[in-house]
């Protein structure tokens, strides 16, 4: 079935632990995202790639990295956990990064910092 | 810049009853609009949006929503709502010409039996 997968489903992390999120879509789409939704305040964008090799910084960067070596996956990496990374993140993708595009969503990982 | 206000954080409504969810925006530029969708434990997933033409779009299950530019509002409407429309909704809007999308912080929608 075509879509994104999103890996771990959930995951608890000690704080300054290092953690990847995984993302794969075999749509093709150009575009890829990366989202945290919290209680109350909505997505918020942490990063994104209009096309394999290049990323860009969205509203909350800061803790976060991400990588595009292929069109299909966009890992997203912790480097050093803290408890406010505590959220549900989501990964996206669009045919390309336009105002226009529909984003299609992964499942969500839930991720406990302690 | 845009931004997205969503009035209601929750709205509970007896199966059968008609729904609306509100959604006002702001941006200097014209606008697309969204409203996606997230039912319990999933991703989101595009309802309906508008883009440009007729200002009422309609999903597949009886969702309609009207753009209304002097009001700039993007209400989302059911005539008659079901159990399984319990979900949470997000309103979004992107401006044109603009690569950012932006959300509202959500409606939960509780329909009650």
């Known amino acids: 079935i075509a879509g994104i997968t999103q890996a771990p489903t959930s995951q608890i992390l000690a704080a300054g632990r290092r953690m990847t999120l995984r993302c794969t879509q075999d749509?093709?789409?150009?575009?890829m995202y990366w989202y945290r939704q919290d209680l109350g305040l909505g997505l918020r964008l942490i990063h994104y790639?209009?096309?394999?090799?290049?990323?860009g910084k969205g509203e909350v960067p800061d803790g976060y990295s991400v990588s595009r070596a292929n069109t299909d996956d966009f890992p997203l990496t912790l480097a050093s956990a803290v408890p406010s990374q505590t959220s549900v993140y989501f990964c996206?993708?669009?045919?390309?990064?336009?105002?226009?595009?529909?984003?299609?969503f992964g499942p969500g990982t839930r991720l406990t910092v302690l | 810049a845009q931004s997205v206000t969503q009035l209601d954080s929750q709205v509970p409504v007896f199966e059968e009853a008609p729904v609306e969810l509100r959604c006002n925006y702001s941006?200097?530029?014209?606008?697309?609009l969204f409203w996606y969708v997230q039912y319990p434990n999933q991703g989101l997933q595009l309802l309906l949006k508008?883009?440009?033409?007729?200002?009422l779009v309609e999903s597949i299950n009886g969702f309609e929503a009207e753009f209304n530019k002097s009001q700039t509002s993007f209400h989302l409407r059911k005539p008659s709502v079901h159990i399984s429309d319990t979900a949470e909704y997000f309103c979004?809007?992107?401006?044109?010409?603009?690569?950012?999308?932006?959300f509202g912080k959500g409606t939960k929608l509780s329909v009650i039996p």
């Open positions: 996206a993708s669009s045919v390309d990064r336009g105002g226009a595009d529909t984003q299609y």
């Open positions: 749509m093709r789409h150009n575009a």
């Open positions: 790639s209009n096309t394999a090799g290049t990323t």
């Open positions: 941006s200097s530029v014209s606008v697309y």
């Open positions: 508008y883009l440009s033409g007729s200002t």
């Open positions: 979004a809007v992107a401006g044109a010409g603009s690569y950012q999308l932006t």
